[in-house]
């Protein structure tokens, strides 16, 4: 669905592999009540015959093309076998690591995402975003992205696409949201929407987050809506 906000807690358990930080892994989602802001009502000003009046006119108009998500997240990282039967598990307190959002049903190939070059560009033209004020290329605008480990691969600082997304209804850099692919694909499924965790922070609502994340939907003709799929990888 469509919406500017959404609730979203995230429960993750990771499986530990070998002595590195826990790769991305499917989580759990808990997902509140959408929400969208609220048309604003038509102003009005009186027609009298043989008049000429100069109006001005302000409108604040409600993306059809973005997603908002926020929420937070909890998780362990634990050894267990394919029943799901517990070998030990490690206790997150402050939890770190980022979180990953994709519309491919498949998880992603994520020993490819780090090597691939991908541009807001490439977003609009698989959408079909070819102009509009709030197109990818128009979005993804800050200066740098943060270097982003992905399974002990780093993607390296302002090599990617990004956007800051807002605190206390404020632009700010507390939660960027990162445009990734998987591969070279061209594919909407091949793309992969990253942020970071940061713990207990302002919100875009003043309410306090562990995470922000900013994804597309392209049913901008209002006919349907659209699955995203949520990985985390706890660090």
């Known amino acids: 669905m469509r919406y500017s906000k959404i609730l979203l807690a995230l429960a993750v358990m990771a499986v530990l592999a070998m002595a590195v930080s826990a790769n991305p892994n ?4 808990t997902a509140g009540t959408p929400e969208t802001g609220t048309a604003s009502t038509a102003g009005t000003v009186l027609a009298q015959g043989g008049n000429i009046t100069e109006i001005n006119l302000t409108v604040e108009s409600i993306t059809q093309r973005w997603q908002g998500y ?35 049903s498949s998880a992603p190939i994520w020993g490819g995402i780090s090597g691939d070059d991908v541009t807001a560009a490439d ?9 509009g004020a709030d197109n990818a290329t128009n979005t993804f605008t800050a200066d740098s992205n943060l270097a982003i480990d992905i399974m002990g691969s780093v993607t390296g600082a302002s090599t ?19 445009l990734l692919r998987d591969g070279s694909g061209t594919a909407i499924t091949d793309y992969v929407f990253a942020t970071f965790i940061n713990a207990d922070q302002d919100a875009f609502n003043s309410a306090t ?6 994804v597309p939907e392209d049913h901008t003709d209002g006919s349907g809506s659209t699955t995203y799929y949520f990985y985390v990888e706890l660090s």
Do not use: H, K, P
């Not at 499917?26 to 989602?29: I, R, S």
């Not at 998780?75 to 070998?87: K, Q, R, S, V």
């Not at 977003?123 to 102009?131: M, P, Q, R």
């Not at 696409?161 to 605190?167: L, Q, R």
């Open 209 to 214: 987050a562990d995470f922000q994340l900013l």
């Open 123 to 131: 977003l609009d033209t698989v959408i079909g975003w070819s102009d």
């Open 160 to 178: 990617r696409d990004a956007v800051y997304t807002y605190t206390n209804s404020t632009a700010g850099t507390d939660w960027q949201t990162i």
């Open 70 to 104: 926020y929420g937070e997240v909890s998780g362990n990282i634990t050894l267990e076998n394919a029943a799901g039967d517990l070998f030990y598990r490690w206790n997150v307190g402050t939890v770190t690591g980022e979180v990953y959002a994709t519309q491919d």
């Open 26 to 29: 499917g989580a759990t989602v």
